[in-house]
């Protein structure tokens, strides 16, 4: 515990501290390792679970990759926010489609987002969970077996680097690939402590994959209102998830196209496509043609990507 106080003490500059305030800071911290370090897992499997809002055509795409490449695929649970009105009816249609082809997906309209995903979590009963974004698409087949011995108190999995990952599209900032280490199964392993950017964020909502008992103990210990906010306050507890390794494919197996943004909470880069044009492409009964983006070539885990139509198989 020392060490990771230590740690902790020196990124935030509390050096400063009086010395009650280093014992009340202490104190925190040791009451923070014990939450994170002995939770208990029951359970077995994996789950995901998809923040949405007013894309509903994305989400679609989302989905229409995910049965395209996943074997093996897990239950979904999308946790969806939407408009009045038109967006919100784009969603009922959404999810007439998916009841129609049958896939393991339920959809929970938000009402208070934390407590809402606390919820969902407590009632779960798979051991692993990940979550994912409605601007992502799977480009590569994954079997979900490959990370169902994974020891996540070792190791935080993920589904979005790669060997071609040398640039940080959120930093603007190229980054460097870690040294990589062969982990068999074309899986290959690192320290997130010596990565930089992307290869240095082991807590992200994009496609990382985390014990659901010690992800729960953590959400339940941070204050949110969405997707961006929760990422960003799941960083608080990034010096414990620091002293893990890293495991990933040669290359990724989804990309996030940040064409637009949603949300108001954190001003990061984006495109400019409206959420009204791509609103009116679905009424107008289109979808994005996933096909098109098969085993597309990136060298970011966000990448601007043209968006390509085709009508809507009804």
Sequence with gaps: ??????????????????????????????????????????????????????????????????????????????????????????????????????????????????????????????????????????????????????????????????????????????????????AGHDLYTWKWADGEYDWKYPLSVDGNIFSRAEILALIKSIAFKAPNSLERELQRALPFFMQRKGITYGLPRIVNNPCNKVQDEIDNPSGDVSPEYLLQKWNDGFELDIDKYDDIKTNSVHQELDLIFKKRAQ
């Design 1 to 182: 515990m020392k060490k990771i106080i230590k740690i902790i003490v020196d990124k935030l500059g509390m050096k400063v501290l009086s010395a009650q305030g280093q014992q009340a800071m202490a104190d925190y911290i040791a009451v923070l390792e014990n939450m994170l370090l002995n939770y208990e897992e029951k359970g077995d499997g994996i789950i995901c679970l998809i923040f949405s809002r007013n894309r509903a055509i994305q989400l679609y795409a989302l989905l229409n990759s995910y049965f395209k490449y996943v074997q093996h695929p897990c239950e979904v649970i999308i946790m969806y926010s939407a408009d009045a009105g038109a967006q919100a009816a784009s969603y009922e249609q959404l999810g007439t489609l998916v009841t129609a082809k049958g896939w393991p997906v339920k959809m929970v309209k938000e009402h208070n987002f934390r407590e809402d995903l606390i919820r969902q979590l407590e009632q779960l009963q798979q051991k692993q969970v990940f979550f994912l974004v409605d601007d992502i698409l799977f480009i590569r087949p994954m079997n979900l077996h490959d990370w169902k011995n994974i020891n996540t108190k070792e190791y935080i999995p993920s589904i979005r680097l790669g060997k071609n990952i040398d640039y940080s599209y959120a930093h603007q900032h190229a980054q460097k690939v870690p040294n990589l280490h062969p």
